[in-house]
């Protein structure tokens, strides 16, 4: 069974096979070793070079491991490109011993960790036990997806149920050397995760769609509250909970892609370097109101509005509007980018973004023409 429905409301959640989800100050310190799959576990980091470069977190961690410690990439780059993935790939595949791969970063990192998995049981028939140390809020580790990008610019990816990583710390102290700017976006991505879990058709009523609403409310709360006192590890421990919570119960068994605003980040995003949280920034608010005429998208996204701090009008159509008028309002009050000014994109594109996002031509269905105006409304 792989349908959830709201009316009669059932439905299945089937759990990934994460086995640890620790949090807080020290996170990394305490809990990184006894983490390990054995005694004798050799693991391998992956990362990007911001974070081995500019930081001291990637030392800190090859500390901790010590002996154990197989080795480190860290040249991953935004969006995961392929080429990083096989020079990566060729590294792990030279050590027979290592059996943990350990991501540091945000989705590009953590994403990378799960196709060179993929790749090596293609390849030998044995998947790596993946920790995960992430370093925004893109909600990545959450998943069984791992996506990358093509020598074409074009991001794709695979997805197998033994993806999903099966440690993961959330630590405070490694959050404070993330830029702000790209922690507020992210964290605009795991609203973006949690709304568009919260109106998927096969997402279960229970823990899915509870805990999206409670992750889309703390969000909205504390990413101001995060911008207004960056350094407060309540708020960012809070904020990486609401990560979680956004995407960390979808289970293995929904079907598809998460919903359109997903779709649009993806045809924005790696085609023209724009990072998936800022895409997340242009589109959420805008597809809210577009699936708010929608009456089963409608009646989910309303759900939130006393989440949100607002009355309900018993309209679920408005109400859905006033959700997505409130996102574009939290998108301006962190100062993040709600049109693509700032982004190399022309108007020539519209037909392009358009048609990636959606699978359709200019008049093959009425979708396309809805997406089209969107898309336009960024420029």
């Known amino acids: 069974m792989t ?3 709201s009316h009669p409301l059932s ?7 994460l086995q640890k989800l620790f949090y807080g100050p020290k996170t990394v310190e305490n809990h990184l070793s006894d983490s390990l799959p054995t005694s004798s576990s050799k693991a391998f980091i992956i990362t990007g070079k911001s974070l081995a470069t500019k930081t001291p977190l990637v030392r800190q961690v ?9 080795g480190t990439f860290s040249k991953i780059g935004e969006h995961a490109p392929v080429a990083d993935l096989d020079e990566a790939t060729e590294l792990v ?11 540091i970063g945000g989705g590009s990192p953590i994403d990378s960790s799960k196709a060179i998995s993929y790749r090596l049981h293609e390849k030998n028939g044995k998947w790596l036990y993946h ?6 809020l893109s909600a990545s580790e959450c998943t069984m997806m791992a996506g990358f990008t093509e020598s074409s610019g074009v991001k794709t990816g695979v997805r197998d149920a033994e993806l999903a990583p099966h440690v993961v710390l959330y630590d405070s102290e490694f959050a404070l050397h993330s830029p702000e700017r790209l922690w507020m976006s992210t964290g605009m991505r795991a609203m973006d995760h949690a709304i568009e879990l919260l109106y998927h058709p096969t997402a279960s009523e229970m823990p899915a769609r ?29 904020l990486q ?11 293995t068994n929904l079907k598809g892609g998460l919903g359109l605003s997903h779709a649009l980040g993806y045809a924005l995003g790696s085609p023209y370097s724009i990072p998936h949280g800022i895409t997340s920034c242009l589109t959420l608010g805008h597809v809210v109101k577009l699936k708010a005429s929608d009456p ?4 989910q996204v309303a759900r939130l509005i006393p989440f949100i701090g607002e009355t309900s009008s018993g309209n679920a159509k408005k109400d859905a509007e006033k959700v997505g008028d409130k996102i574009l309002g939290l998108v301006k009050e962190l100062g993040l980018d709600h049109d693509l000014r700032n982004y190399k994109v022309g108007r020539d594109q519209i037909p392009i973004i358009t048609q990636r996002a959606t699978g359709q031509k200019e008049g093959e269905g009425e979708l396309y023409g809805k997406v089209e105006d969107l898309v336009k409304g960024l420029f």
């Open 131 to 136: 920790i995960t140390i992430p370093t925004t």
């Open 296 to 299: 089963a998208a409608a009646e």
């Open 93 to 103: 595949l030279k050590d027979e011993s290592i059996d943990t791969v350990i991501s």
């Open 210 to 238: 509870w805990v999206c609403l409670q992750a889309a409310a703390t969000l909205f709360e504390n990413l101001v509250k995060y911008k207004n006192n960056p350094k407060d590890e309540d708020t960012i421990t809070k």
């Open 62 to 70: 090859e500390s901790l491991l010590s002996s154990k410690h197989a």
């Open 3 to 5: 349908d959830a429905t």
């Open 11 to 17: 439905g299945l959640w089937q759990p990934t096979h």
């Open 241 to 251: 909970l609401a990560a979680f919570a956004s995407l960390g119960f979808l289970g």
